[in-house]
T-cell receptor, first 115, second 110 residues
């Protein structure tokens, strides 16, 4: 079974530039998550989708971050414009459905450096 | 806002030693998960505990859920270099929003 795919793996940009990350979840997984992991910290949930609808985006900085999951499969996360504090690893995860005991399967992440 | 505090933050030990890491919350939680994350990869689920007082074993790893369901521990017996990584506890709050702990970074020296 193929895992969660993410691209690119690394990205370096200047502040105020835009960047987009792509995620392809495990086939059949209805729930998709985007996390931000700053160096030395645990992942922080940015947005959670159930199929193509948003379940929770309370921690997404909506003035600069946006995400979509068209057709309930692939997802993209965009930052526009980027700030220095956005430097982090962006992790995508998927699970069969929502719940308190579901197993989330994570991709390898995209490491973003903002200069 | 529910927070998960993990301790210690860093741990460096010799191969063959035992260790315990902790995860604590100010609130009661219905279930808790432990993940391990290796450099350059995403976290991988190790175990889910759901019952107060529950103990689960996974080879040399023993997970315990506190009786009051406000804390959990992970004990590793005879640590090996392959156990090196970031250990994260996590729980799902309202609307199934997952919260991860601050993490314990473990390094096992050969």
């Amino acid at each position: 079974e193929a895992g969660v795919a993410q691209s690119p793996r690394y990205k370096i940009i200047e502040k105020r530039q835009s960047v987009a990350f792509w995620c392809n979840p495990i086939s059949g997984h209805a729930t998709l998550y985007w996390y931000q992991q700053i160096l030395g910290q645990g992942p922080k949930l940015l947005i959670q989708f159930q199929n193509n609808g948003v379940v929770d985006d309370s921690q997404l900085p909506k003035d600069r971050f946006s995400a979509e999951r068209l057709k309930g499969v692939d997802s993209t996360l965009k930052i526009q414009p980027a700030k220095l504090e956005d430097s982090a690893v962006y992790l995508c995860a998927s699970s069969l459905g929502p719940g308190t005991t579901v197993e989330q399967f994570f991709g390898p992440g995209t490491r973003l450096t903002v200069l | 806002t529910q927070l998960l505090e993990q301790s210690p933050q860093f741990l460096s030990i010799q191969e063959g030693e035992n260790l315990t890491v902790y995860c604590n919350s100010s609130s009661v939680f219905s279930s808790l998960q432990w993940y391990r994350q290796e450099p350059g990869e995403g976290p991988v689920l190790l175990v889910t505990v759901v019952t107060g007082g529950e103990v689960k074993k996974l080879k040399r790893l023993t997970f315990q859920f506190g009786d009051a369901r406000k804390d959990s521990s992970l004990h590793i017996t005879a640590a090996q270099p392959g156990d090196t990584g970031l250990y994260l506890c996590a729980l799902a709050g309202g609307t199934y929003k997952y919260i991860f702990g601050t993490g314990t970074r473990l390094k096992v020296l050969a």
